[in-house]
């Protein structure tokens, strides 16, 4: 059997799951879209990535598919196996890697200009989408349906992760950071 790439099914502006179906310009698949493109953005940065920042880029997109399950069954009121426990963990385990990374670097003291190696700006785009997504799961959230507190702690957590990673992959490359002149 060939792969169906296209359905036809949205062509009048809505998507469905099972018998729902959804405006998709509703803020459910805002947060589908912005998990995504983060998700494509991450694995773009493991491209270049050296090892040991590679295994928790691909930790950090595997995750990121179990928080869109989570997602996408609480936008369509589906009931579907839970993956809270496992997020929560990540959530743990990427606590701990910032304290790891934390420890190696030295003490901010005024804000960083993104940037330095193409490595370290790719992961500030990162973050940055990162922190778009989090705020689209939170508006989500508030308007429609209840995420899991640690759906929206790990999304809390990655912004957090990703801008250690390019500061480390700076510090790594012995590029000084740079900081606002004002």
């Given at each position: 059997?060939?792969?169906?790439?296209?359905?036809?099914?949205?062509?009048?502006?809505?998507?469905?799951?099972?018998?729902?179906?959804?405006?998709?310009?509703?803020?459910?698949?805002?947060?589908?879209?912005?998990?995504?493109?983060?998700?494509?953005?991450?694995?773009?940065?493991?491209?270049?990535?050296?090892?040991?920042?590679?295994?928790?880029?691909?930790?950090?997109?595997?995750?990121?598919?179990?928080?869109?399950?989570?997602?996408?069954?609480?936008?369509?009121?589906?009931?579907?196996?839970?993956?809270?426990?496992?997020?929560g963990q990540k959530t743990s385990e990427l606590e701990s890697?910032?304290?790891?990374?934390?420890?190696?670097?030295?003490?901010?003291?005024?804000?960083?200009?993104?940037?330095?190696?193409?490595?370290?700006?790719?992961?500030?785009?990162?973050?940055?989408?990162?922190?778009?997504?989090?705020?689209?799961?939170?508006?989500?959230?508030?308007?429609?349906?209840?995420?899991?507190?640690?759906?929206?702690?790990?999304?809390?957590?990655?912004?957090?992760?990703?801008?250690?990673?390019?500061?480390?992959?700076?510090?790594?490359?012995?590029?000084?950071?740079?900081?606002?002149?004002y």
């Amino acid at each position: 059997m060939k792969t169906q790439f296209f359905t036809s099914r949205g062509d009048k502006g809505q998507s469905a799951f099972g018998e729902k179906k959804l405006p998709k310009d509703d803020v459910l698949f805002d947060v589908l879209g912005n998990l995504d493109e983060l998700n494509s953005w991450t694995g773009f940065c493991r491209t270049e990535a050296p090892a040991d920042i590679r295994a928790i880029l691909k930790e950090i997109q595997e995750t990121l598919f179990m928080v869109q399950a989570d997602v996408a069954a609480a936008g369509f009121d589906y009931k579907a196996k839970s993956f809270a426990g496992d997020i929560g963990q990540k959530t743990s385990e990427l606590e701990s890697a910032i304290g790891r990374i934390d420890k190696k670097l030295p003490a901010i003291k005024k804000f960083i200009l993104p940037g330095g190696s193409e490595f370290s700006a790719r992961l500030d785009v990162a973050r940055v989408i990162a922190r778009r997504a989090e705020r689209s799961a939170v508006r989500f959230n508030n308007k429609k349906k209840k995420l899991s507190a640690e759906t929206l702690q790990y999304l809390n957590r990655l912004s957090s992760i990703l801008f250690a990673l390019a500061r480390y992959a700076n510090y790594k490359k012995k590029i000084k950071e740079e900081n606002p002149k004002y």
